[in-house]
């Protein structure tokens, strides 16, 4: 096995918890108090400057690496990426990673329990936005004394916190790695989400929302989820992977049974993802995807304009088959830069897998965070030394 | 600062651009490599660059080495780059590689203030009586391909460049000629004995 981190623990952290304290959201409400979970690897250099904040994507947790419980058992997400002598190096970096508010992974979300009520929040959480998830991870970083980050980095919608790092706070951030992402959904991408949404209030379980305590909308979220990993693969992936092959049998049964692998896979995916994620949880955190547009938010209706602000070295990646954030998106977001003249350089990495490819597609993309991240912190290194 | 000169790998036409580049411009390097010569320039002259590359392992050693660098097929017009964002615009040696060279320089003059260019010299003497004497597409060590395999595709003399500069109204306002692995400022009968040349262009 890999040299990895070996076993880890989410920690929790509560903040915004007075009323003077409570985080303005976008929506304008104000909203307080948050619990944040949240994971970290490595060790903090004296001269705190090695500071590696990832964002997760839309399943995804704070756990990015190591193992929960023991080696080898409950990998992270990104396993792959993170650890000593990956992409993400923890001998070097001191890496962050938590999960986003409206999630469902420790962090305050639908499912939590309103201390008001005494009952989780449900339909009545407030909707929350990626510059809300932001601005939670901000508090989070002032409660760990991180004053700048070496580099901000997140894949699909973690891509789009990352950019949202670079915009919202962008004293704070020395580099920006944005991969698989965009700077805004395209109606494809929307629609997938509001189908995705539809399933589950649609479920008769659903209740508007306040399901908790019975049974889950389990039909709608699976299916949700079914749709969701359509656009995570590719034309060509599932060729590769399924084919038109069956499922244990090679004859058809002239039934309407699960009998294509593909349709297998689909459903296996489906159950699995219920079990760990709320149905709450999926329409928020889409629903705060469909509302990103950082030119809107920034630039009045101009990327060029909002990227004005940017302060980070910026690393761009997209993969070829990617068609839910096409590389089009990509270089939309490395177009603006460039408009900018801002330091900005862009990959798009040659991949079969999707957008799936950000999480599998690692050989590249590992080489190529690894030498942006040493050649940033050299940077800051050398005109500290210029500076001094 | 000599360690520094041997990134440039002994490429004469790579030193004299350097030479030519003022202390703390902007650079763009189109078709930039391994990005020696931008991270030469931004240790050397403090300079803000910028590199243009498709092939990924180069484009790895730029990331590397701190360059920013970005995919760009230079048969494509950069509507990314705003008119005069840069100081300097670099195309070396990959001039005669393009399907609208013309379109290129224009272009070039449109985003940068100043352009540099260097490329072979097609009318050197030895090509020419190459071409004289065996009737083949003429081979050197600057250009050892075969026609049909060529990424060469568009060659041009010294004097081909020059008309083409004067018919656009296009400025020369430097030219070194390369000759083996030396460059000078002065040549006699420069289309006939340069093997190669740079150019420092304006509108």
């Not at chain 1, 903090?44 to 023991?70: M, P, Q, R």
């Not at chain 1, 997209?318 to 270089?331: E, G, R």
């Not at chain 2, 460059?183 to 509108?203: D, H, M, Q, T, W």
Request: charged fraction near 25%; glycine fraction near 8%.
């Amino acid at each position: 096995m890999r040299k990895n981190v070996g076993i880890v623990k989410t920690h929790y952290l509560t903040v915004a918890e007075k009323p003077e304290d409570y985080i303005k959201l976008d929506s304008g409400r104000k909203f307080g108090p948050i619990t944040v979970a949240y994971e970290t690897y490595g060790k903090i250099n004296e001269k705190n400057n090695n500071a590696v904040l990832i964002c997760h994507a839309l399943s995804g947790d704070a756990h990015v690496a190591g193992y929960h419980g023991e080696i080898g058992k409950k990998p992270g997400w990104w396993e792959n990426a993170v650890g000593p002598g990956k992409a993400i190096d923890t001998d070097k970096y001191f890496v962050i990673c938590s999960n986003v508010l409206g999630g469902c992974s420790g962090t305050t979300g639908p499912s939590s329990i309103n201390p008001q009520t005494g009952k989780p929040y449900g339909s009545t959480f407030p909707v929350v936005t990626i510059g809300d998830m932001v601005k939670v991870q901000k508090r989070l970083l002032d409660r760990l004394k991180i004053k700048k980050l070496l580099a901000v980095i997140g894949g699909s919608m973690g891509g789009m916190q990352a950019l949202e790092w670079t915009l919202r706070y962008p004293e704070m951030c020395n580099a920006g790695i944005i991969i698989a992402a965009t700077s805004r959904l395209s109606p494809q991408s929307i629609a997938f989400n509001a189908v995705g949404r539809n399933a589950i209030i649609t479920d008769p379980r659903w209740k508007n929302g306040n399901y908790y305590g019975k049974k889950v909308p389990a039909d709608g979220l699976a299916i949700a989820r079914m749709i969701g990993h359509i656009t995570y693969l590719s034309d060509a992936s599932m060729h590769k992977k399924f084919g038109r092959r069956l499922q244990h049998k090679t004859k058809f049964s002239y039934d309407f049974s699960k009998e294509f692998q593909i349709e297998s896979y689909l459903d296996h995916q489906g159950t699995k993802f219920v079990e760990r994620f709320d149905a709450n949880s999926y329409l928020y955190v889409t629903k705060a995807m469909d509302y990103f547009d950082v030119a809107k938010v920034y630039g009045k209706g101009s990327l060029i304009k909002a990227f004005e602000r940017i302060k980070s070295r910026m690393l761009v990646i997209s993969f070829t088959s990617d068609w839910l954030f096409p590389p089009y998106q990509s270089k939309e977001i490395v177009n603006g830069l460039m408009k900018q003249q801002k330091d900005v350089t862009y990959i798009n990495i040659e991949s079969s897998y999707g957008h799936d490819a950000f999480l599998l597609e690692i050989e590249t993309e590992a080489k190529v965070i690894s030498k942006f991240l040493d050649a940033t912190l050299q940077k800051i290194e050398s005109n500290r030394e210029e500076s001094l | 600062m000599k360690k520094m000169l041997s990134l440039l790998k002994n490429r004469a036409d790579l030193e004299i651009i350097a030479s030519w580049i003022k202390e703390g411009s902007t650079v763009l390097d189109l078709g930039c490599g391994d990005g020696n010569l931008l991270y030469y320039l931004t240790h050397s002259k403090n300079i803000k660059g910028m590199g243009i590359e498709i092939d990924l392992e180069r484009m790895i050693n730029c990331i590397e080495k701190g360059i920013p660098v970005v995919e760009h097929d230079l048969n494509q017009k950069f509507d990314n780059i705003r008119d005069m964002a840069y100081d300097y615009v670099i195309l070396s040696q990959t001039i005669q590689e393009l399907q609208y060279p013309d379109l290129l320089i224009e272009e070039i003059l449109r985003i940068g203030k100043y352009g540099i260019v260097s490329f072979p010299n097609f009318g050197h003497f030895k090509i020419r009586v190459n071409l004289f004497l065996n009737g083949r597409m003429p081979k050197s060590s600057v250009l050892p391909y075969d026609w049909y395999n060529t990424p060469n595709i568009h060659l041009m003399t010294l004097k081909d460049f020059k008309v083409f500069c004067k018919e656009r109204n296009i400025k020369i306002l430097k030219t070194h000629y390369i000759t083996g692995n030396r460059y000078r400022k002065n040549l006699l009968f420069p289309n006939l004995f340069a093997e190669g040349c740079v150019i420092l262009i304006s509108k």
